[in-house]
């Protein structure tokens, strides 16, 4: 097993995580991965559905029998052993890509949005009735009212905002998934004005959502984590998009809920796009962005040049991580930190670039840890 400094690792990285991983004070560059509960069964050679609803009491025995050994290997307790988690415990809340019509079916391990809308006739319909729609009590079920007060009197515990009001899948991947990545691009060109109403009515729902959910979550809660919420856009298909036609679409949707949302200098705001997006960094650059996660081929070197101050999780390939590979590991983590260094920014959080897959190893995440620790030194 690789050699790590365990005690003298995570110091340094609790100096390094500060301000946004800007610290001066800092000695190594940040690491900001603590795993996935999906990696829970293979680990542990447990018998299960790493992506299904587990009971709760399965779930919190396995994440402490993890967190054992995580804090064996690395030197800390990785996973949150609290169950049943926050939404688990609240009726459920209808999702965006229901409001136009869209369900979500469970394949694959994950909830896909299916599409709904095949013709652009199909889509003025779908419109005509979102504008027409009460979307709070659309969204909400009928019994919200009592469960939501019985809850808050057994456990104290208010609505999550992060989970259902700071964050979406963006306005590109929405749309495509309810209508077809082709039929998006083509009506982009042929039905300008019906798209155009298409992503307004997108920002309008999504903006409804965040008022929603800060009624339901409670002013006090609201403004206690207002700065840290921030808002959070998930937008892989953004790569399908030319600049042109990303920029006239789909970042007026970002910059409006920004502004209206976490305008200050200090509140959060964030992408992810695990893609080859590269081509829409200079769109994207105006935005202000707290911090990215983007794909495993877009390097610092191209986020920097259009987002200085912008923290960047990145850029170890998630397939990379998977195949607890500790030299394929090792050797772009070297990359990512040699490359910062080189350009004298600091900001780098070594992170996967993408979701963490079942099947990764704690030994992987040590070999991470090794790099910094051997080539991430300030």
């Given at each position: 097993m690789l050699k790590v400094n365990l005690d003298r690792f995570w110091l340094a990285n609790d100096i390094a995580m500060k301000d946004n991983c800007f610290n001066p004070e800092a000695t190594q560059v940040a690491m900001g991965m603590r795993m996935a509960e999906e990696c829970i069964f293979d680990e542990l050679g447990e018998k299960g559905e790493p992506w299904g609803n587990n009971p709760p009491e399965l779930?919190?025995?396995?994440c402490r029998q993890y967190n054992d050994k995580a804090e064996k290997i690395t030197g800390r307790r990785l996973l949150d052993e609290k169950y049943p988690k926050n939404h688990e415990i609240f009726p459920k809340i209808k999702m965006i890509g229901e409001v136009f019509g869209g369900n979500y079916a469970y394949k694959n391990g994950t909830f896909w949005l299916e599409e709904c809308i095949a013709t652009p006739q199909d889509l003025e319909a779908?419109?005509?009735?979102?504008?027409?729609?009460?979307?709070?009590?659309?969204?909400?079920?009928?019994?919200?009212?009592?469960a939501k007060?019985?809850?808050?009197?057994?456990?104290?515990?208010?609505?999550?905002?992060?989970r259902y009001g700071r964050r979406v899948r963006g306005p590109v991947t929405l749309a495509m998934s309810l209508c077809k990545i082709e039929n998006i691009i083509f009506w982009m060109e042929d039905y300008p004005d019906l798209i155009h109403r298409f992503f307004d009515t997108i920002e309008r729902v999504i903006l409804q959502y965040v008022n929603i959910v800060n009624q339901e979550a409670g002013e006090e809660k609201v403004k206690s984590q207002h700065s840290m919420m921030g808002f959070r856009f998930f937008d892989d298909n953004c790569c399908m998009l030319s600049p042109e036609l990303y920029e006239e679409y789909a970042y007026p949707v970002l910059k409006h809920v920004f502004d209206k949302v976490c305008p200050d200098k200090e509140d959060f705001r964030y992408q992810h796009s695990?893609?080859?997006?590269?081509?829409?960094?200079?769109?994207?650059g105006r935005l202000n962005l707290t911090a990215v996660n983007f794909g495993p081929t877009v390097l610092i070197d191209k986020?920097?040049?259009?987002?200085?101050?912008?923290r960047i999780d990145g850029c170890l390939s998630p397939m990379t991580f998977l195949s607890n590979n500790e030299n394929k590991i090792i050797a772009e983590v070297k990359r990512d930190c040699e490359m910062s260094k080189n350009l004298n920014s600091r900001g780098l959080c070594i992170d996967t670039a993408g979701s963490i897959n079942f099947g990764t190893k704690l030994t992987s995440?040590?070999?991470?840890?090794?790099?910094?620790?051997?080539?991430?030194?300030?």
């Open positions: 779930m919190a025995r396995l779908a419109l005509d009735r979102v504008d027409k729609l009460d979307i709070r009590s659309f969204i909400l079920p009928e019994h919200w009212e009592t007060k019985q809850i808050f009197e057994t456990t104290g515990q208010t609505l999550d905002l992060l695990d893609s080859e997006m590269s081509h829409l960094l200079p769109v994207l986020i920097r040049k259009y987002m200085p101050k912008t995440m040590l070999a991470v840890m090794y790099a910094i620790q051997e080539y991430g030194q300030l």
